[in-house]
């Protein structure tokens, strides 16, 4: 088992920036893909980024390339997802995911999730 625990999020306003954290536990961290995923009120969820084990492969969603940044401490256990110009449009619960394949991960059908961080961007 994985345990995957989010932090950071907020109510900030537009133009703003954000880093959420998702500290992981109870296995190897190094072992899994790592991602983020967000879900609007009345809306699906949303794949926003993921980072493959080795940090070597960053993967982003169209609506948050060149604004968002995923990256990882193996040595805190931690992914991060640093978002700037923040739009009201991000306003979501935001979703951390662990998975044995990074494919998975990007696809949704991850192993592992967290409970969620709520962000909200107000204009």
């Known amino acids: 088992q994985v345990q995957l625990v989010e932090s950071g999020g907020g109510l900030v306003q537009a133009g703003d920036s954000l880093r959420l954290s998702c500290a992981a536990s109870?296995?190897?961290?190094?072992?899994?893909?790592m991602g983020w995923f967000r879900q609007a009120p009345g809306k699906d969820h949303e794949f926003v980024a993921a980072?493959?084990?080795?940090?070597?492969?960053?993967y982003y969603a169209d609506s948050v390339k060149g604004r968002f940044t995923i990256s990882r401490d193996t040595t805190k256990n931690t992914v991060y997802l640093q978002m700037n110009s923040l739009k009201p449009e991000d306003t979501a619960v935001y979703y951390c995911?662990?998975?044995?394949?990074?494919?998975?991960?990007?696809?949704?059908?991850?192993?592992?999730w967290g409970q969620g961080t709520q962000v909200t961007v107000s204009s």
């Open positions: 995911a662990a998975g044995s394949s990074t494919r998975n991960v990007v696809a949704g059908t991850a192993d592992y």
């Open positions: 109870g296995r190897t961290f190094s072992n899994y893909g």
């Open positions: 980072i493959s084990m080795t940090a070597l492969s960053k």
